[in-house]
Structure formats: structure tokens, C-alpha cells
């Protein structure tokens, strides 16, 4: 019996439609949206990327990551997210400070309700180049060569540490919140005297902390004020610095992360806010050095405890005060 076939032509028709089908169905499913989510990140892109990567590899949800510069981190996100709120183009933050996200929580900028939580923490710190300063409990003095550490910020006014003190910007990033926090604490009038004393000192004032934590580390600035993570990155790396112990004028650094009201992707939104919050997730944060604890607020540690609300009512106000003080 003879069995009956479409003429050549046609076969290979159908079969070219068929493979354009299949081809179709596969970029379809590439570019599903819905498994996908767009994150604005102030986290340092060395230690975000491969835990976005470990999420991906978990959930099959791709991230499409925005990170900000070291000089403007985390306001330069904020700013973006403010302009887009009408049209948000972002689904999450991950934020690597407190302020600005509480400053986007009073504008609107996340969902309601429980629009962003906080997890792990870093911390705002003195760091002194040992081969320059003796640490509290080492003997200073002619004979070693070292001056004492200073027990204060104030004393960072004086003459001792003249050109001697490197320092961000403080109208962005941990620096600006951690300026903010001591207004607070000191009040207005003593505040502003210590700035104003501190930039005649002739401060070294660079773009990132973690700039200051080289300077230091290279002896160029003896004092520093910067994050936990960028004096551990040097002490990594066989500098000769340490950081002096917390005190109450010491600031907590908790990560951050937020849902965008309004978000493109809302359920992979969820996905990657439920995950970045998980204690394993806070873990290996410490173990690369980006945080220094898992949780938040460490019991028994004497730290700045800001009104946060009164600091992002006051941000604007105090900021264009900064700028008057420590011209570029």
C-alpha cells in the first residue's frame, strides 16, 4: 500500500513554520516580565551582585540591577526614584543607610503598608593609623612617637589634627545621616561650632568613604571618619589601621530594603523584598565584610539613637546649612 506525502515543498514549509513557532515560544518565555525585577541598589555592587545572582539561581527571577556612585550613593537613587514616582520604573531598593529611606517612606515613594524594612548593620567609625596614633590602652607619647587617639570628635578641632583628618563629603550617604544624627544629639548652636572648627582644620574632604579609609590607610590622613566596611577592607589588605571603639557618638548603619509603590513587576517585587531580608542572606553580608553584625541593633552597645523622624524633617534645612560650611 502505498502511503501518501505532502509534496516537498510544502513539507519543508511546514516545517520551517514549525521551527519559527518553536523559536517564538522560546523568546517568549526569555522575556517573560513577570520573571523579572528591576532593583535600584546603594549596596556596594562587589557584594550585591552575587547574592542577586544566588536569587536568580533560586527563584529563576532575573534582576536587572541599577547601581549608584561612591560619591553621591544612595542620594543620586533617591533623587531618581522621587523623579519617577508618577511612572516608577523600579520595583525594589536596597538601600545600605537608614535616612533616605525613611526620607522616600514619608514622601510616598513605597507601598503600603510595611513599604520597607531594615536588616544587619554597619557602623560609622573613627579610624587611625597605628603607626601615627596610639590606640586607647597603648602608651603615646615622645617615645613611641604616636599622639593619642582622640577620645572625641570635638577634639578634632584642634590644632593637633590640623590637615590630619580625611572625611566624605557629608552631603551624601552615611556621612550626611551620621552629621545629621550628632545636630541632633549635640543641638544646633554646639553642632554647627564643631563643623565650622572642623573645616578650618583643613580636613581632607573626598569623594566615598571608603577614599578615606585608603587615605589612612596610607598615612596621608591620620584620623578618618567612615563606615565599618571600608576600614575592614584595608585592615584585609595589611594596612596599619584600627578602629577606635563605639561611644555614643557612634551611628548604626542598617541595610534597607524597599517595594516601590506602584512597581512594574509587583510580584517578583515580594520575591526579592522577602529574600534580601532572610537571616542567611544578612550572614553572608558579614562574612565578605559588608556588614559587621546580623542584626540591627546589637544589645548593650551605648550608639546615636536619632528621632528619625525630626532628622528627615530637618533634612533639607540642614543640608543647605552643610553646604555653606564645607565649600568646594
Known sequence: MKTLSAPPRRRRAALALLVLLVLAGLAGCGRDPAREVVAYIAQDQVFAEPLLAEFTRQTGIRVRAVFDS????????????LAEQARP???VFWGNEELRTRQLAARGVWREPHGWAAFGHRSRRVVVNTNHIALPGTAPGAA????????????LTNATWR??????????????????ALRQYWGAERWEAWCRGLAANQPLVVDGNSFVAKLVAK?????????S???????????PVAAL??????????????VVRGAPHPEAAEEL?????RPEVAARLVAAGALEGVETAPAGVKTLTPDWSRLVSELEAVTDRLKTIFLR
Open 70 to 81: 561612591e560619591a553621591v550613593k544612595t542620594v543620586g537613587l533617591a533623587n531618581r526614584l
Open 89 to 91: 520604573q523600579a520595583d
Open 144 to 155: 613611641s612617637g604616636r599622639l593619642p587617639a582622640p577620645a572625641s570628635l570635638f577634639e
Open 163 to 180: 590637615g590630619r583628618v580625611a572625611l566624605a563629603y557629608p552631603l551624601f550617604g552615611t556621612t550626611a545621616t551620621h552629621f545629621l
Open 219 to 227: 598615612g596621608e590622613a591620620w584620623v578618618g571618619l567612615t563606615d
Open 229 to 239: 566596611d571600608d576600614i575592614q577592607a584595608v585592615q584585609r589588605e595589611g594596612a
Open 245 to 258: 571603639p563605639w561611644n555614643d557618638e557612634t551611628l548604626l548603619i542598617p541595610n534597607t530594603v524597599a
Open 273 to 277: 523584598f522577602a529574600w534580601l531580608q
